[in-house]
């Protein structure tokens, strides 16, 4: 089970911290990512980790995002900077439950979501 938490209604500019906590998914062999989905619109690969910490990002989000986990915590975090209104969206996190497995850009290959946490970001 993964649970999200940190969304909230900001400005241009502001930055944001999202955190996803999980159990029964293992933070240190799992990989982590996290999607974003608007109404009518494809989820979208935002960043993920894979279980030696190394971060992937979507084109999008590059320079302004960073992903980061705690495994001690089992928590995976998403520090959001330089925040656009583009960048409104529900994010939700996602796992892909085989050990050592490589960070995917598919949401098909994740198969534990949480319900997502909502953000968006005012002009």
């Known amino acids: 089970q993964l649970v999200e938490f940190g969304g909230a209604l900001v400005q241009t500019g502001d930055s944001l911290r999202l955190s996803c906590v999980g159990s029964?998914?293992?933070?240190?062999?799992?990989?982590l990512a996290w999607f974003r989905q608007s109404p009518g619109k494809e989820r979208e690969f935002v960043a993920g980790?894979?279980?030696?910490?190394?971060?992937t990002y979507g084109d999008a989000v590059k320079g302004r995002f960073t992903v980061s986990k705690d495994e001690a915590k089992a928590t995976m975090y998403l520090v959001m900077s330089s925040l656009k209104p583009e960048d409104t969206a529900m994010y939700l996190c996602?796992?892909?439950?085989?050990?050592?497995?490589?960070?995917?850009?598919?949401?098909?290959?994740?198969?534990?979501w949480g319900r997502g946490t909502q953000v968006t970001v005012g002009s």
């Open positions: 996602a796992a892909h439950t085989i050990p050592w497995s490589v960070v995917s850009v598919y949401p098909a290959d994740y198969d534990e």
């Open positions: 029964g998914v293992q933070f240190d062999v799992d990989a």
């Open positions: 980790i894979n279980w030696r910490g190394t971060p």
